[in-house]
């Protein structure tokens, strides 16, 4: 094994001390061969489930048919896409999309940013615990019965409506989901209540990572609980947050499903449909693979275009980045 | 190195298992002794067949309910029964996407999409080689349900044998709450105005029922599926039968949408004036179907507008309770006094609801066998009748009867799940609700005249006797002949224009209704505007154009 390689190669090879290119490449390889192994079912996982099916974007240029062989699916070239940059209702969804997923966006992250760091700052250890654990219950409970707590709560009758009568804030009960106008609010709540607790979690595993002499440095020199939030805590946390506002940026079109179906009605469709919901009635319900196809490509496409330019703008602030 | 080796094949397992998970969607049936004795007369090897249906029910295997025990002994057949949760349009969609389709499926209102994508398999050999009980069944009918290629791909439910009218009403009508006509001494009440009168009324009296506000009429439009639920009175108050998003002329048989028109306008214009009086229930856009049913039987809901199948469990569970005031009764409500009500159904075929086996059914010929031995006479008065001196005793003149105790147990719907009507009494080969069986006496338990009779409470006999009819039917005119009904069983294709315009004027409905309705009675006009302005947008022409084609076809005799 002590053989020196560079006897292999012609005469005028670079020494084999520091190899480059090519030759560094296959030596690593050879190195870390076993760690290499063991991601090849990983990435052949990638191929098979989000790779492969890319071929299916192929219908979003066809009238496809289900039940019919590839070659016996009509062409129709981009017919789908100028099918819905014509439909008004499409802005409108997409109008929604951005919204509420910005609301989310920004919502989750405040929240769990400063649940987070309240949570370090508890010095009850059982008392932390059992913040955490009811915080983040709601995560496992599924989104129909999630719907369903909420709009018993927000019924003329439910608590809410009775709570506010009490306080005499109001005179007559709210049909909260009735109006369009509160729809996404109610959403961002929801949400928040839903996952806040999850997302925190998160952010306490990046805050241990933070060296405690650095807090007590910061003691000594007379900094105040603020102060320490400020400038250890928030600095230490910075990485962490940079990454998962790209990533998330990233998905800012996928603002969810599940909420806005269960929770939506005939009297906020105005402001709850979104683009998952669009797809589904027009891809699902009526049958039009095609069309759905081509507003999910769309969809993929922009997310593809905002992931990019976050991580770029990051890389030329000097922040950390994705890639 | 001899860990690299380990490493190596342990990898290579994992990325086997890994192929195998992707690959193995196309699972191929089990060859299985079941297939291959398939030729064999009578065969009773056990077998379980999975079964699909887009209705609501709770999941069961056929067998662990008595009358699916019957039938498994007979054949050896057990069949998985699954029913759709939430949306069935969407489970539709990724069914067919996917291929992935049980041995049998019943597919209520997304047959169109499956029989469009090939989910069904041509039955018309295994009835010619395996079927006599499907031939005598369904022979005169066969034409008005094969498919455009001249195959049939599912039997209907509707193939009547005979025919005995309906005492009750299972369709749809204005329900009032039997304490309200009580109160004000049994009154007649004809035309909407004096439906929403008495109500108002009564709730001025009763603001509170329980300690909680009495609601005076409750829409069950908040569940998309179901919003013809609300949009489908403007329909019958105009003195039409329920031929879905059209209209049909009786002389001209020209059909005509009618939503967006004066028949909705009239209609909804009043629920606005009713919401404005605080009688209707602001929840209707919000509800699911599962806290409307539980409105219905908590005894504040003075008026609904509904068909009787989609809230059986509701009323079934008040009539069960015995708690008779608060239960519902049916009036023939319509916008004048000179229209003519036409809520019953015309004597009809239901041509687009039925069961198919699909094609990836491991075993067709065991489940038409299945079938064909569902449709002997003594089965199929298993499935309605169940097990004599069971669940019925026959008296003396030969008459199916059934014994106070025997009809409260039939209408518990408890009961009506472990025995297994509530699975197979509809939902499979069947004759028609308005058959008659060979020895005179009804197939429907409901329509046998003696079982009616006996089935109503003393609260139904004072409302009967207050408006002199025998039968709750008596109190609603006979249907005139319509021999194209119904028109909501027409076939509109997948992605045609016909389809698009079902979709786009739906959620115009869903958008602008709620609106119209909830909002002040100042804005009525600018909305209503608005709306018919953007359902002017959409082509009701070609709709319309088409269902008066097949309207015309069907009164020629082409189905």
Known sequence: MEKPIENVFPAGARPASSPTGLRLFFKKLAQQKALVFM???????????????????????????????????????????????KDAAFYQVLRNTLVQ???????????????????????????????????YLPHFVSWVVAASIISTTLAPEGIVNVLLLKLGWISTPVLWLG?????????????????????????????????????????IDGANRFQRIWHITMPGLKPVIVILLILNIGNILESG??????????????????????????????????????????????SFILLISANSISKRLGGSRLY | MINHKKIAAVSLSVLLAATAVGCSSDKQ??????????????????????????????????????????????????????????????????????????????????????????????????????????????????????????????????????????????QG???????????????????????????????????????????????????????FALTNASMHLAGYPNDGGVIVDMKTHEAKVYSAGEYEKRWIKKLNEVNAQGLFDPESFTVNKDQYLAKLTSGRVLGYFGYNWLVGDATNNLKKAGVDEKRYAPLPIVFDKDI????????????????GISVKAKDPVRIIKFFDNLLKEENQILVQWGIKDQTYTVNEKGRYVLTPEMLKKRNDPEFKR???????????????????????????????????????????????????????????????????????????????????????????QLKYLPKLIMGSPDAFDGTWKEYTTEFGKLDSKTYEETITKVVKNRIAGKW
């Open chain 1, 39 to 85: 991601s090849v079912p990983f990435l052949l996982w990638l191929i098979i489930f989000k790779y492969l099916p890319l071929w299916g974007w192929v219908t979003a240029f066809q009238k496809y048919r289900p039940a019919k062989s590839f070659a016996d699916q009509q062409w129709v070239g981009w017919l789908n896409f100028e099918m819905i940059f």
């Open chain 1, 101 to 135: 997923s910005s609301i989310k966006l920004i919502l989750g992250f405040v929240t769990a940013i400063a649940l987070a760091i309240l949570l370090n700052e508890l010095r009850s250890l059982l008392f932390k615990r059992v913040v955490q654990t009811i915080s």
């Open chain 1, 179 to 219: 109006k369009g106008e509160y729809f996404w609010g109610i959403l961002g709540a929801s949400e928040v209540w839903k996952d806040v607790g999850w997302n925190t979690i998160i952010y306490l595993a990046a805050i241990t990572t933070i060296d405690p002499s650095q807090y007590e440095a910061a003691e």
């Open chain 1, 257 to 302: 499903f599940e909420p806005q179906y269960l929770l939506g009605n005939g009297m906020t469709v105005d402001y709850s449909d979104n683009l998952d919901i669009y797809v589904l009635k027009w891809g699902l319900n009526l049958g039009n693979y095609s069309l759905a196809t081509a507003a999910g490509m769309f969809k993929t496409v922009v």
């Open chain 2, 29 to 170: 049936p089990e060859a299985g002794t079941a297939q291959e004795s398939a030729g064999a007369a009578d065969d009773k090897t056990p077998v379980t067949f999975t079964y699909f249906s887009f209705s609501k029910e709770k999941d069961v295997n056929s067998n662990e309910t008595v009358i699916g025990k019957e039938l498994e002994k007979q054949t050896g057949v057990n069949f998985k029964m699954e029913f759709a949760v939430g949306d069935s349009k969407t489970k539709s969609g990724v069914m067919i996407a996917s291929g992935d389709y049980a041995d049998v499926i019943v597919p209520e209102g997304e047959i169109d999409k499956l029989l469009d994508a090939g989910a069904f398999i041509p039955l018309d050999e295994l009835i010619e080689k395996y079927g006599p009980n499907i031939k005598r069944v369904y022979g005169p009918y066969m034409d008005k349900f094969r498919q455009e290629d001249g195959k049939i791909y599912h039997l209907p439910f509707s193939a009547n044998q005979g025919y005995i009218t309906d005492p009750g009403i299972s």
């Open chain 2, 173 to 227: 009508a204005f329900w009032i709450q039997r304490s309200v006509l009580k109160e004000f001494g049994y009154p007649t009440i004809k035309t909407l105005d004096e439906y929403f009168d008495l109500i108002k009324k009564y709730k001025e009296k009763y603001p509170q029922v329980d300690g909680k506000d009495t609601i005076g009429f409750a829409a069950f439009a908040g569940v998309k599926d179901n919003f």
């Open chain 2, 340 to 355: 003519k009500d036409q809520y019953l159904d015309p004597p009809a075929f239901v041509n687009n609801r039925g069961i």
């Open chain 2, 418 to 508: 472990s025995f297994g009507f509530q699975y197979f009494e509809y939902s499979w080969p069947r004759y028609g609700n308005n058959s008659i069986l060979k020895d005179g006496n009804s197939y429907g338990v409901g329509n046998q005249p003696e079982v009616a009779e006996m089935d109503y409470t003393e609260g139904d006999r004072k409302i009967l006797q207050a408006y002199g009819a025998k039968t709750f039917a008596d109190m609603f005119s006979k249907p005139d002949d319509r021999p194209w009904y119904p028109a909501w069983s027409i076939n509109l294709g997948q992605g045609t224009p016909e389809q698009i315009f079902g979709q786009k004027s739906q959620d115009l």
